[in-house]
């Protein structure tokens, strides 16, 4: 089967971060200039995994980026579902995450949204999640929440939380807040942290 054609995708139509995590690569190096994925070069993927809708399990439109960098990711994803897709995700640190944009992805198709919430304090997650905003990101994920429930819509929600020195002694009040706001269709993750390869020891 891997011989015939891909099943899953990893797309990063954005190399950057408006974040500097300290877990992550992008927190330790970052880049010079934003770069996006223009639109020849998207449609030319879109084009070539037309053919095989049926067999791709799913794609994930962004890596070590922040995909709402993107202002025209929820474009990207609908056109991904509008080909047969089955399943699109993005994984986001949800700074970004306003209600019009909101709206555009539950517009958009998107079956999957992964935020990352890597502290119950504002104090433990502003010093793992450099540059974000602990109050604006969690009301953000609210209102996700809120406004998905009000659509009656299908997307899945995934908090989740990389299990840190800093973080791990709000462990249990973390599950238990976020436990307490998704959906029964949700999931609310705690993530042991991994190496990035080696970049990050």
Not at 10 to 34: D, F, H, Q, V, Y
Not at 135 to 141: D, L, T
């Amino acid at each position: 089967e891997c011989f015939y054609f891909p099943k899953y995708f990893t797309i990063e139509t954005s190399n950057n971060c408006n974040a500097r995590c300290i877990m992550c690569p992008k927190g330790k190096k970052g880049l010079k200039e934003r770069q996006f994925m223009g639109d020849a070069l998207f449609d030319k993927i879109v084009s070539e995994i037309q053919g095989y809708h049926k067999w791709i399990e799913m794609i994930c439109l962004n890596s070590d980026g922040e995909p709402l960098l993107d202002r025209e990711i929820a474009s990207k994803i609908r056109k991904l579902k509008g080909i047969g897709i089955k399943h699109v995700n993005i994984s986001t640190n949800a700074q970004l995450l306003e209600e019009a944009k909101i709206q555009e992805l539950l517009e958009s198709g998107l079956d999957d949204i992964r935020i990352s919430m890597d502290g119950h304090s504002k104090e433990t997650f502003e010093k793992v999640r450099r540059g974000l905003d602990f109050e604006v990101v969690k009301g953000n994920v609210l209102k996700l929440i809120q406004m998905r429930d009000r659509a009656r819509s299908s997307m899945e929600i995934r908090v989740r939380m990389v299990e840190l020195e800093e973080n791990i002694g709000e462990r249990k009040e973390w599950l238990d807040f976020w436990k307490d706001k998704v959906g029964e269709r949700d999931k609310v993750q705690l993530m042991p942290m991994h190496s990035w390869s080696g970049k990050i020891l």
